[in-house]
């Protein structure tokens, strides 16, 4: 780690990469840049590139691991105007993929 970076923060029971593989399995690059993944993204969403270092999930929770996973499991009820659907995922799968999104930097 370099000088002046931050840590990455660790989800509880989250495994990286086991959420990279369900972001892939799920097409989340349908909608969202996702880097690193090598498949082809779109861009109705926004890219995740430097999630960890947002202040905010989706505009509106400040960016901590428990506001993450919140989002993710009903995003409409965080905000409702998105286009995002709620993912079909239990709350297992929903901490790998939040254990991912805080990687990238």
Known sequence: MGCGEDPVPTIAGGDAAEGRRIVAAQGCTACHVVPGSGAPQGHAGPSLQGFARR????????????????????????????????????????????AFLVTLR
């Open 55 to 98: 202040g905010y999930v989706a505009g509106v929770l400040p960016n901590t691991p428990d506001n993450l996973i919140r989002f993710l499991r009903d995003p409409a009820a965080i905000a409702p105007r998105t286009a995002m659907p709620a993912p079909a995922l239990d709350d297992a799968q929903l901490r790998h993929v939040a």
